[in-house]
């Protein structure tokens, strides 16, 4: 395929998932709003003003950062995971098989969907935030790249939990299981300081540490981490990822008899 | 004669083990209507899924129009139509939506896609039904909305996973006619179909496929010149209550005024008609029997059976 043609097939598997997303709207969009107006007024309002201090800011304002990432990392997480698991259930996954769109487009456009949905109900999050708070920016490169990583990397997640998955059932395992207790335990409501030393080691080891505090220091301009360290670990994980979807592409793992 | 598919000694063992092609070959030659046909299981959707790059394949070669599947697959890939056995599509999308889509991932941009999908639309009597989502569709319906989004990219080579299957009467003859006008325009075909009649009335060639191997590949013609048997059905008066005598041919009643008669190559008609008319039976209406085809199909199965046992 030329270059053009490679261009029109993966903008239409873009297209595709972009309107999937919005026409069942109120199965991801609206519930990630919903989720955060309780977090911000319960967590934020009501048990933050009591909290006073974290990090050297408001709670509100320390917890506004973690809670933009969550909302990116699960819905590119979950937007690919039942979009390409669907696709593989109804079996019109074979209309790209069959097609001359290489795998890397494929991977990619379903990458580039989910990232979508991710950033959008980002910024839905973020402008939310400003009836609760003001939110600073201390360095909008980072703000941009770090969050755009993340939702690349989690799409990728998704893709891979897609092809192994056999079932309803294990498109909501991988969520719930694993994403929201990491999730949850990445410094999202709270900094590792606060943790005993042996816990403050444990911690690192969560990936999504990393990318809730990088987003928080190009919002605040503090974190718990080395920002450098931290990129070169999501980039790093992204290459990781990527090579593995292609190989299970390839293979046709889940996909191909 | 440009050949459109070449299929070498292709096998597949899936990873239960079990050996659904042992080897098969056989040629589709440019602007064939072809039939592939095999009992269930016999591998014929394997061998479509092989060449429409949805099964992979153990061993062996395909080529489209010179193209190996190995080297060259996204050159076979355009060179193919796909319409699959079961509904394949997304169901909650709009039955536009279903065919641009298709388009797309051809590389055709969205204004062409566009039109080539009203073009195809209208063709299938579907263009009323563009905004509906493809779930609210009748089966005759889906069937054709996979026929025009196989259509979309204009492939040389159009591969049917039994078109017509579960369709009404009406709805597959007037596939029927479509299929012969997109053959006749170009278009080579292959399909696999239940229906022998729908071979012997569209199919120039066939290939039967049993057990995983080819059975007989030839024309139609020449396999229906084998039947050394034909069957005649003849309407009779007066209403019979038993079987009149025929000396010399194996006949069966049905009802009370219809008559099923074997002939052989070597008997002729007359004999029939002159002990008919010698017994007061007069013969109102005559008619072969349609499934002659299905009568080789069984005998070749058979045979084919013993000789593995």
């Known amino acids: ?62 917890i506004v950062p973690g809670l933009i990432m969550m909302s990116v990392i699960t819905n590119s997480y979950s937007n690919v995971v039942s979009s390409f698991y669907s696709t593989k259930f109804q079996r019109h996954i074979e209309e790209l098989l069959v097609s001359p769109t290489p795998n890397w487009v494929i991977l990619l456009g379903y990458v580039i969907g989910g990232s979508v949905r991710g950033l959008l109900v980002g910024l839905i999050v973020t402008v939310l935030s400003l009836f609760f708070t003001d939110l600073s920016v201390h360095n909008i490169w980072v703000i941009g790249s770090v969050v755009f990583l993340t939702a690349i990397l989690f799409s990728l997640g998704g893709f891979i939990n897609a092809i192994y998955a056999d079932s309803f059932d294990h ?78 592409l390839n293979t046709g793992k889940g996909i191909r008899h | 004669m440009t050949t459109a598919l070449a299929i070498n000694d292709l096998r597949k063992v899936y ?14 030659q440019e602007g064939d209507f072809f039939a592939l046909l095999g009992p269930n299981g016999a591998g014929k959707s394997t061998t479509l899924g092989i060449v429409s790059s949805l099964v992979n394949k153990t061993s062996g070669s395909v080529e489209v129009f010179g193209h190996d599947l190995d080297r060259s697959p996204a050159m076979v890939k355009r060179e193919l139509g796909v319409v699959p056995q079961e509904f394949n599509f997304n169901q909650f999308e709009k039955v536009q939506d279903i065919v641009t889509t298709q388009a797309g991932y051809y590389g055709i941009p969205a204004a062409e896609a566009k039109e080539r999908a009203e073009f195809y639309l209208q063709k299938l009597g579907l263009w009323d039904k563009r905004d509906q989502t493809s779930r609210m569709l009748s089966g005759g319906m889906k069937r054709r909305l996979m026929i025009a989004r196989a259509l979309v990219h204009e492939p040389r080579l159009l591969i049917l996973d039994e078109p017509t299957a579960g369709v009404d009467i009406e709805l597959r003859r007037s596939m029927w ?38 059975v007989k590949n030839t024309s139609i013609r020449s396999l229906l010149q084998q039947l050394n048997t034909e069957t005649f059905i003849l309407d009779i008066a007066p209403p019979q209550e038993q079987l009149p005598a025929l000396d010399g041919y194996r006949a069966e009643l049905q009802g009370d005024h219809t008559l099923l008669v074997d002939v052989e190559k070597s008997q002729g008609l007359n004999s029939v008609f002159s002990q008919l008319s010698g017994a007061g039976i007069e013969v109102t209406s005559m008619r072969n029997k349609s499934n002659r085809l299905e009568e080789l199909f069984v005998s070749l199965v058979d045979k084919n059976l013993q000789e593995k046992k």
């Open chain 2, 177 to 214: 006619e479509f299929l012969q006008e997109l053959n006749e325009e170009g278009t080579t075909i292959i399909l696999t179909t239940h229906y022998l009649e729908e071979a012997e009335s569209l199919c120039r060639n066939i290939a039967i496929i049993d057990h995983g191997t080819i």
């Open chain 1, 1 to 62: 395929m030329s270059n053009r043609e490679l261009f029109i097939a993966f903008w239409t598997i873009v297209v595709r998932e972009i309107r999937r997303f919005t026409r069942i709207w109120g199965q991801t969009l609206l519930p990630p709003v919903i989720t955060m107006t309780l977090y911000f007024i319960i967590f934020g309002n009501l048990i933050g003003s009591r909290i006073g201090e974290m990090g050297g800011f408001g709670y509100m304002e320390y």
């Open chain 2, 15 to 28: 990873n239960n083990g079990f050996e659904a092609l042992k080897g098969i070959s056989f040629e589709v």
């Open chain 1, 171 to 248: 498109v909501s395992i991988v969520p719930t299981f694993v994403l929201t207790p990491l999730t949850y335990l990445g410094g999202v409501f709270y900094s590792i300081s606060l943790l005993p030393e042996f816990w403050q080691g444990v911690s690192q080891l969560n990936p999504i540490l990393y990318m809730v505090n990088t987003f928080r220091y190009g919002i605040l301009g503090v974190s718990d981490i080395h920002i450098g360290f931290a990129y070169s670990m999501i980039i790093g994980a992204i290459v990781i990822l990527f090579s593995y979807s292609m190989y299970l």
